[in-house]
Nanobody, 121 residues
Framework: QVQLVESGGGLVQAGGSLRLACAASGRTFNRYFMGWFRQAPGREREITAI????????YYANSVKGRFTISRDNAKNTVYLQMNSMKFEDTTVYYC??????????????WGQGTQLTLSS
């Protein structure tokens, strides 16, 4: 069992930066691919970024490439999402997820509760 708790959401200005964090419980964090997803109202949940269990591989949705960076610290059981040059379309709820295999789909083993990100002009 893995429990995921996101933090770092809030209000940020367009063009600004913010870092989300996801803390995981359990001793097997370093076995999981970790992903960040996001879901806007009325839309399906979609992948934002994935990082491999060891941290040496990453995957990004086209919409965030070059602006967002996913990283992890296995010693701290934490995965991060650094978001730069933020746009209004980035305003949504962000979810952390864990999977034993690489998957950009929503068939993840574990989910966090989500953290809201809102952009202001």
């Amino acid at each position: 069992q893995v429990q995921l708790v996101e933090s770092g959401g809030g209000l940020v200005q367009a063009g600004g930066s913010l870092r989300l964090a996801c803390a995981a419980s359990g001793r097997t964090f370093n076995r999981y691919f970790m992903g960040w997803f996001r879901q806007a109202p009325g839309r399906e949940r979609e992948i934002t970024a994935i990082i491999s269990a060891s941290g040496d591989g990453t995957y990004y949705a086209n919409s965030v490439k070059g602006r967002f960076t996913i990283s992890r610290d296995n010693a701290k059981n934490t995965v991060y999402l650094q978001m730069n040059s933020m746009k209004f379309e980035d305003t949504t709820v962000y979810y952390c997820a864990a999977s034993l295999v690489f998957s950009p789909a929503t068939d993840q083993q574990y989910w966090g509760q989500g953290t809201q990100l809102t952009l202001s002009s």
